[in-house]
């Protein structure tokens, strides 16, 4: 692989990364505060491509001199090979090469373009513990719920209030939440919702049981919508033993997964 080989895939790698920053698609990989810097990441690979196959392409300011003067090219040739400067390692009159091994970077490149895996579902959550632990400090003040009724909130928030507020934050106001369906430790549907620290390889899921009208019959990975009200009630996540919380549901409904799947 030459130098021009790598600028043109320099390029590709840039132009995918730059089509998914500009798109949702990198919300299934990063946070949404990281687009700018994926953004300008990808400029900046673009721009350094350009410049690469700008300096390949251009005119060898020597070749007319060595065309007019074939005495001082070899002259050239002959100080090179002595000195053993780059421009001399060659064999058999053919300059090395990168190994053919590095054509596999074309490969994250094709796959953000042409495949678009989903978010971290039922799966994960299935294989991780609750992110919602007492090893993590929420602090003791919450803010008030936010106006209107229901009042939106994240499973993340509703969990924290839960556990380490013992609802008090609550009170008696109903909630709307929404996340996906997966099941819970006694083989009932749960409300999960995956949060993340930096991209897609932290994500970690937030659980909450579900209680009163609670859905049955739903496939794991289907989002919901889920109005009701704090309940004290807990259970254990078999994978980490941590408490989770339960919503007491008054009603639900299904709804498309959000541009923004995670927490």
Same mark, same amino acid.
């Given at each position: ?149 229901? $009042? *939106? ?5 509703? !969990? +924290?209030?839960?556990?380490?507020? =013992?609802?008090?934050?609550? /009170? %008696? ?18 409300? $999960? *919702? ?5 991209? !897609? +390889?932290?994500?970690?899921?937030? =659980?909450?049981?579900?209680? /009163? %009208? ?50």
């Amino acid at each position: 692989m030459n130098r021009l080989t790598q600028a043109c895939i320099m390029i590709f790698f840039a132009a995918a990364v730059l089509q998914a920053s500009v798109t949702d698609l990198y919300l299934r990989y990063v946070k949404e505060e990281l687009r700018p810097f994926l953004i300008a990441a990808s400029l900046l690979l673009i721009a350094a491509a350009v410049m690469t196959l700008w300096y390949e392409l251009r005119p060898d300011p020597g070749t007319t001199a060595d065309r007019t003067n074939p005495d001082d090219r070899e002259a050239t040739n002959a100080e090179q090979a002595t000195s053993g400067s780059p421009a001399a390692v060659t064999h058999d009159g053919h300059a090395h090469h990168e190994p053919r091994v590095a054509w596999l970077l074309i490969l994250p490149a094709l796959g953000l373009l042409l495949v678009a895996p989903p978010a971290l579902g039922s799966y994960a959550a299935g294989q991780a513990g609750t992110a919602v632990t007492t090893q993590q400090d929420y602090g003791d003040d919450y803010p008030p719920l936010p106006a209107g009724d229901p $009042a *939106r909130t994240t499973v993340l928030d509703y !969990a +924290a209030r839960a556990l380490f507020d =013992k609802g008090q934050s609550i /009170g %008696n106001r109903r909630v709307e939440l929404t996340g996906f369906v997966t099941p819970g430790p006694d083989g009932q549907p749960i409300l $999960a *919702r995956m949060v993340m620290s930096c991209c !897609a +390889a932290d994500g970690r899921p937030v =659980k909450l049981g579900m209680s /009163g %009208n609670a859905p049955t019959g739903l496939a794991n990975d289907t989002w919901i919508q889920v109005t009701g009200r704090y309940t004290d009630r807990l259970t254990r996540d078999p994978v980490n033993d941590e408490e989770i919380p339960y919503i007491e549901v008054d009603f639900w409904r299904q709804v498309t997964a959000p541009k923004d799947p995670y927490d």
